[in-house]
């Protein structure tokens, strides 16, 4: 293994175990001891360094040789994917009503909607996807590095958030808990969600359409394989 491969590899372990680091062990005595503001500073000041480090430390890592050859049918399925990341990237930011107070008191909320109904982390399962697709279409060493590290950020902060709001809410967060579902369309498949509760929304589903054609467009201007539905359509 190369030095650059070992510079990419302390790249993303500092950029994942900070952001482990600053979500739950370091966070309430930085709180504490600098204030809420400038603890939100601090974290926006090391997350976007953090990252910057990867990104120099990923284009200075060898192309490497692809493990496999990726054809139109896994070109289709990484397609099918994004536009299922996009659409639950875009309906994270519109919100769910239903979810538990978080002070844990007792309180009466609908059903989860929207893309919560599918998930109730649909932003951390749209980057997770996110990171799966493009190991899945670029499978080299450094890109299985960069997925794996997204893929365990966005996986393990979703149970760390999980565990902290179980800690926090009490029975509130288990009944939250007990009516969506931590993978994408687990309550579907096990009868505890209806499949018409599948439904994302209006909203989800056309902002979500067009950041996946969008984002797909843009790759070449970014130096990467045409992607999407611009394969076949041009």
Request: a positive charge; aromatic letters at 12%; charged letters at 10%.
């Given at each position: 293994?190369?030095?650059?491969?070992?510079?990419?590899?302390?790249?993303?372990?500092?950029?994942?175990?900070?952001?482990?680091?600053?979500?739950?062990?370091?966070?309430?005595?930085?709180?504490?001891?600098?204030?809420?503001?400038?603890?939100?500073?601090?974290?926006?000041?090391?997350?976007?360094?953090?990252?910057?480090?990867?990104?120099?430390?990923?284009?200075?890592?060898?192309?490497?040789?692809?493990?496999?050859?990726?054809?139109?049918?896994?070109?289709?399925?990484?397609?099918?994917?994004?536009?299922?990341?996009?659409?639950?990237?875009?309906?994270?930011?519109?919100?769910?009503?239903?979810?538990p107070d978080p002070t844990g008191r007792p309180?009466?909320?609908?059903?989860?909607?929207?893309?919560?109904?599918?998930?109730?982390?649909?932003?951390?399962?749209?980057?997770?996807?996110?990171?799966?697709?493009?190991f899945m279409i670029s499978p080299r060493p450094?890109?299985?590095?960069?997925?794996?590290?997204?893929?365990?950020?966005?996986?393990?902060?979703?149970?760390?958030?999980?565990?902290?709001?179980?800690?926090?809410?009490?029975?509130?967060?288990?009944?939250?808990?007990?009516?969506?579902?931590?993978?994408?369309?687990?309550?579907?498949?096990?009868?505890?969600?209806?499949?018409?509760?599948?439904?994302?929304?209006?909203?989800?589903?056309?902002?979500?359409?067009?950041?996946?054609?969008?984002?797909?467009?843009?790759?070449?201007?970014?130096?990467?394989?045409?992607?999407?539905?611009?394969?076949?359509?041009?």
């Amino acid at each position: 293994m190369t030095g650059t491969m070992f510079h990419l590899m302390a790249a993303l372990a500092v950029f994942v175990g900070t952001h482990f680091l600053l979500s739950h062990p370091l966070r309430r005595p930085l709180v504490g001891a600098i204030g809420e503001r400038a603890f939100l500073g601090l974290y926006s000041v090391v997350a976007i360094a953090t990252l910057v480090w990867v990104y120099f430390a990923f284009r200075a890592a060898p192309v490497g040789q692809f493990l496999w050859s990726p054809g139109d049918e896994l070109w289709a399925l990484a397609t099918a994917l994004m536009f299922v990341a996009s659409v639950l990237l875009v309906g994270s930011l519109i919100g769910n009503p239903a979810l538990p107070d978080p002070t844990g008191r007792p309180v009466t909320t609908p059903p989860a909607r929207g893309v919560f109904a599918i998930t109730r982390h649909p932003m951390m399962w749209s980057f997770a996807i996110w990171a799966a697709v493009h190991f899945m279409i670029s499978p080299r060493p450094a890109v299985f590095l960069v997925s794996v590290a997204v893929i365990v950020l966005a996986i393990g902060g979703a149970a760390g958030q999980d565990a902290k709001k179980k800690r926090l809410t009490g029975e509130a967060w288990r009944d939250w808990a007990r009516r969506t579902a931590f993978v994408p369309f687990a309550g579907q498949i096990t009868g505890r969600i209806p499949w018409a509760g599948s439904w994302p929304g209006r909203i989800a589903l056309v902002g979500g359409t067009l950041v996946w054609l969008a984002a797909t467009w843009a790759h070449p201007w970014l130096g990467a394989p045409v992607a999407g539905v611009w394969r076949w359509v041009g």
